[in-house]
């Protein structure tokens, strides 16, 4: 299966910005949709956004006007540029396609919103 590996992360003070990238092990293109999701301790993976192949976006509410996903087939990789960064924001944040495939879960990349 795809192997995943994000970067980016990093601590940021409040109404800062991020982007993080997610690199693949093999071409994305056969992908329909890919997607960032997110973690804090003791709850459980959240999906953030979603880009389709037809570069179709879907945002969760709390980040919609904040994250911008993008893809480039031919870097193989997707990205998530996120802006005003608030401190509920603070989590590690993964990428994978959507639906999520069990086994292609990278080691995901913390960010660090301080207030």
């Known amino acids: 299966q795809v192997q995943l590996v994000e970067s980016g992360g990093g601590l940021v003070q409040v109404g800062g910005s991020l982007r993080l990238s997610c690199a693949a092990s093999?071409?994305?293109?056969?992908?329909?949709?890919m997607g960032w999701y997110r973690q804090v301790p003791g709850k459980e993976r959240e999906v953030v956004a979603i880009?389709?192949?037809?570069?179709?976006?879907r945002y969760a509410d709390s980040v919609k006007g904040r994250f911008l996903i993008s893809r480039d087939n031919r870097q193989n990789s997707i990205y998530l540029q996120m802006v005003k960064l608030k401190p509920e924001d603070t989590a590690v944040y993964y990428c994978n396609t959507w639906p999520a495939m069990e086994n292609s879960w990278g080691p995901g990349t913390q960010v660090t919103v301080s207030s």
């Open positions: 093999e071409s994305i293109s056969s992908f329909n949709s």
């Open positions: 880009i389709a192949a037809a570069d179709k976006a």
